[in-house]
C-alpha cells in the first residue's frame, strides 16, 4: 500500500464550525465534520484522492446516479475513548462490502487505500468532532455514485467517491416496535438485498411510513416469496430470542451480511449463549409468544447498535415483549461489542484498528 501522506492530498477549512457546534445535542446524520474525502474514477483510472472542506458537490442533471440509482455506500463509526485514542471497527469488512456491492452494480473496485486510508486520514483530521461519551460516536458515510453525463441506461463510465463524517448519538430514539410486513418486499433471490445498493433503502420508504401510521417504528421484512420467514427488520439484522436460544436468519443474497451480526454471534457464542443461525417462519415467532417463550427481539446495525424491540404486530395481533426477561441478551452483548469498541475490555478478536494513539 502506497504512503497516505503522499496518496491523499489534503485541503483544510480556513475556519472550523466546531466551536459552534453543539456535540451533546445532536440529530442523527444531521451535522457534518469541516472536510470529506473525495477521489474520481475518469477514464479508467482511479485519481486525485483528496480530503477537501465539507462543501456541496457541483453535477450536471444528467448524471447517471440521478437516473439510474447505480449508487451504493457504507456505514461506519469512529469510537473515542477516554484519553483520546480513537479507534475504527473491522472496517476492512466494510471495504469488502462495498466492494461487492459496487460489483453487484456493475461499477469498479474501489482502490483498498482510497477506502482505508481515505477513513483513516479523515478521522484523524476532524478528531476533535468525535464525541467522548460512551454510545456517542462518529458516523462514516462513504458513498460511491456514478457521474457519466448520459442517459442512457448502461454502467457509468465515471464515478465519484466520497467519504462524509457525522458526530453521532443514538439513532432509534423511544420506544420501538416492529411490524411484520407481508405486502412489500425489501429484497428477493437474484436481486441487491445483499448490496449495500442506494435504492434498497428507498424501497423500504413506503412500507414503514405505512407501519409508522399504525405505531410502529420499523417493519419486519419477510422473504418475497411466500413471506413466511422473517428475514431483517428496516434498516437492522435481527436477532429473536426463543427459551434461550439466540435465532437470526442466515445471510444469503437477500440479506445484508451486518458487520454488528456477525460480531454479535462471535460474542454471543463466545460467552456461552446458544445461537441458531437458520431460518425461522413468522409463524415459529408468532406460536412462542403466544406460549409465553418469546423472550427478546433485538436489532443489529452499525447505527442502530444492538436496539431492543418492546413489541411486534403481525395482522391483526399484537405481542408485547417481556419487559425484563430473565439474564436479557441484549444489554448483555451490547454493553461486550461497546467495550470492544470503545476501548474499554481487552479486543481477543483484533476488531478495534487504532487511528489516533495518545497514550
Ligand atoms: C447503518 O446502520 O449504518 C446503516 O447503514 C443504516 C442506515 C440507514 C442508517
Redesign the pocket.
Known sequence: MKDSGDLIKIQRVEKSRLPETDLRNIK??TIFTDHMFIADYIDGQWQDPRIIPYQPLAMEPSAKVFHYGQAV?????AYKDDRGNVFLFRPEKNLIRINRSAERLAMPRIPDEYFLEGLKKLVDLDQEWIPSEYGSSL?L?PVYFAISNEIAASPSQDYRFIIIASPAQS?YTGEVKVKVEEHYSRACSGGVGYA?AAGN?AAQFLATEKAKKEGYKQVIWTDSKTHEFVEEAG??NIFFRIDDTLITAPTSDRILH?V?RESLIRLAEDNGIDVEVRRLTVDEVMDAARDGRLQEIFGS????TVLPIIGIGYRNEYYELPKEPKNPYAPKLKKMLMDIQYNRAPDPYGWRVPVVTKS
Do not use: C, H
Open positions: 442523527f446524520g455506500f457504507e456505514g461506519m463509526k458516523y458515510r439513532y449495500k433503502y434498516t437492522m451486518g454488528t446495525g452499525t447505527a442502530a
